[in-house]
């Protein structure tokens, strides 16, 4: 007879309820990678099955999921997906104000996730897309561009794009009204994100408050997102104002980048500072809180939690991702390592009033750089919209080349406040559910350049300052011919079912959240 049918890989039988170490399973893969990543690390991985990367998946979500009993206990061996099987791992409980209660679980290839991290470079024309109209008449816009990129190249005396040009034709092909059969749409989606350096596109836009239109030639280059888009000081009345576009705390150049920042800004006298966070989705908690040391200064901060971590109630007061205790986050005075050398002296500012201009693409380490200050009593004046209401973070967990992101953790600031699921609003908000803290709500405005003193937000932010009040609300304009006055911006939006529907931009998994990584030689003394 024929021989038995060899036995399930040790640990891979299934009872519920019943829950090996994540430890058992972890790097047992079903396929090898051999030689190291772009870090210089060489690859954990050992013969293992697809199997045991489901069980890992389970007993590291039973481990560490901040809601880990609203989880529902799947048989790992009734699933051939792995990414299908994580998808089950999580609550799927809503909100009373009808959100999903987990909205943040993803995935990605780990070299995705560690050329991210790194800034490597991608093709791009260096500028940032707001589909404002996916469908005919399509509306796309551009909301800002990075220095010294194809995008911002000067030709015939002006960049090839500035904040609120709108793409009427791609290589001869209407974006607005055509682009009708499969073929076109192809097209049109491939010139908006190039996949290799060089390639070449020609564009048909029209300017803010233009009425020509211009035509102009882009060709990709590999870029990095530079984490700071740009910074200057306006003078008022009442003195100096620093201005800061950030964009990301997401690559680990975030850090150098904003300390050359601060160190800029604290040698020019300012007495207020606006931080434009509208667009930064979030990334390195570490990061946010050496800006809020760099806000506040020592005396406000020293000895405080910039962020303690809430884990699973199953942890007590352990850290279940990393062992030992639970210990809180502090405002962080020095470099880390992350790009400025480790332990060089962080600049501050030593405001006691920081404005922070807000949309709801303002998300995580974001919001933290809000709720920390505000639990040192450091006063936040929101200029915006409410920001996306993500009070939890996670440490980035690879295994077998995927990373994965499952909530682990709810921070709260000095105060022991967290709750802010639905998010940060001006006081004046109509939002019934957010927290609500001093400034005014006001609509994006892609009709001035950002940094523009004139731009609705940043404007806003200089009137509030002098009164104390809030100046009217600027009506939103919306129409296919309309000025991009006053819109809500969307960098991300939700993917439209319909055939004519352009692609929506996505975002890197670590630039919508909060993530825990320090340099690795950190992890090696806990914090």
Not at 109 to 134: K, V, W
């Amino acid at each position: 007879p024929p021989p038995p049918p060899p036995p399930p890989p040790p640990g891979t039988t299934w009872t519920q309820g019943q829950y090996a170490p994540a430890s058992d399973y972890i790097n047992k893969c079903a396929v090898v990678r051999t030689g190291v990543d772009i870090e210089g690390n060489p690859y954990p991985d050992q013969a293992g099955s697809l199997v045991q990367e489901m069980f890992w998946l389970r007993s590291w979500t039973k481990q560490t999921y901040l809601w880990e009993n609203e989880v529902t206990d799947r048989d790992p061996n009734t699933y051939t997906d792995r990414l299908a099987y994580f998808g089950t791992q999580k609550t799927f409980a809503i909100t009373a104000s009808g959100e999903n209660k987990d909205d943040f679980h993803f995935s990605q290839p780990t070299a995705d996730y560690l050329a991210q991290r790194n800034s490597a470079p991608a093709p791009s024309y260096g500028a940032e897309l707001a589909i404002i109209a996916a469908v005919p008449p399509r509306d796309v816009r551009i909301v800002y561009t990075e220095p010294n990129s194809p995008a911002s190249e000067v030709d015939l005396g002006q960049p090839k794009l500035v904040r609120g040009s709108r793409i009427l034709e791609i290589d001869g092909i209407d974006l607005v009204n055509g682009g009708n059969t499969q073929a076109e749409l192809d097209l049109l989606n491939a010139a908006l994100s190039p996949q290799t350096a060089g390639e070449s596109h020609e564009f048909v836009v029209r300017d803010p408050g233009a009425t020509d239109n211009r035509t102009i030639t882009l060709a990709a280059a590999n870029i990095s997102e530079k984490p700071v888009n740009r910074f200057t000081t306006i003078d008022t009345a009442t003195g100096p104002v620093g201005y800061i576009l950030f964009n990301t705390f997401s690559p680990f150049a975030s850090e150098k980048d904003i300390y050359d920042t601060i160190t800029s800004l604290s040698g020019t006298g300012i007495t207020d500072l606006v931080i434009d966070l509208r667009y930064n989705g979030g990334g390195l908690l570490a990061v946010s809180a050496q800006l809020g040391y760099m806000v506040a200064g020592p005396a406000r901060t020293q000895n405080k939690t910039f962020e303690a971590l809430r884990f699973n109630a199953a942890a007590g007061n352990s850290d279940p991702v990393q062992g030992g205790p639970n210990e809180p986050f502090p405002f962080v005075d020095v470099g880390l390592g992350f790009s400025l050398t480790e332990n060089t002296p962080l600049p501050n500012l030593g405001l006691d009033r920081v404005y922070i201009l807000t949309t709801g693409n303002t998300c995580s380490a974001s919001e933290a750089l809000v709720n920390g200050l505000r639990g040192v009593d450091v006063e936040v004046v929101l200029i915006g919209n409410t920001t996306c209401g993500k009070p939890y973070g996670f440490y980035p967990a690879s295994n077998c080349g995927e990373t994965y992101y499952s909530i682990q953790f709810q921070g709260v600031n000095d105060k022991g406040f967290g709750d802010y699921a639905d998010g940060f609003a001006p006081l004046n908000s109509s939002d019934t559910f957010a927290v609500k803290a001093p400034g005014c709500a006001a609509l994006d405005d892609l009709s001035h350049e950002l940094g523009d003193p004139a731009e609705n937000l940043l404007s806003t932010a200089l009137a509030y300052r002098e009164t104390g009040s809030c100046p009217a609300p600027v009506t939103a304009v919306t129409g296919p011919d309309a000025q991009p006055l006053a819109l809500e911006v969307t960098r991300f939006p939700v993917p439209v079912d319909d055939p004519l529907a352009l692609d929506a931009p996505q975002p890197s998994i670590s630039e919508v959240n909060r993530d825990m990584t320090l340099p690795r030689h950190k992890w090696e003394t806990g914090r």
